[in-house]
Nanobody, 116 residues
Framework: QVQVVESGGGLVQAGGSLRLSCAAS????????MGWYRQAPGQQRELVAR???????NYADSVKGRFTASRDNVKKTVYLQMNNLKPEDTAVYYC??????????WGQGTQVTVSS
């Protein structure tokens, strides 16, 4: 099976930064595409960023220019660098191993809270 573990969430002030990490293990290749998602209370889970096995990325309009996804294929780890955080970014952030653009295996989520 596949295991996905996120870390790096926390409480920050508006304008601050956090870096989330997502370590994947199990029966996956190191170049598996992955995604970052978030879910605020009472809201649907939404895509934040995708990253292909080769490192190509795309982002939700709301985070473009502020968030950067990257990966280390040797470690089977992806990252989400979040800069200039806003209160609207407050959510539980999830990492997923994907089949193409389709999430298949989810991590447990990590809470990000941005205070004003």
């Amino acid at each position: 099976q596949v295991q996905v573990v996120e870390s790096g969430g926390g409480l920050v002030q508006a304008g601050g930064s956090l870096r989330l990490s997502c370590a994947a293990s199990g029966t996956i290749f190191s170049v598996t595409p992955m995604g970052w998602y978030r879910q605020a209370p009472g809201q649907q889970r939404e895509l934040v960023a995708r990253i292909s096995g080769g490192g190509n990325t795309n982002y939700a309009d709301s985070v473009k220019g502020r968030f950067t996804a990257s990966r280390d294929n040797v470690k089977k780890t992806v990252y989400l660098q979040m800069n200039n955080l806003k209160p609207e970014d407050t959510a539980v952030y999830y990492c997923a191993v994907q089949t193409g653009t389709d999430p298949r295996y989810w991590g447990q989520g990590t809470q990000v809270t941005v205070s004003s």
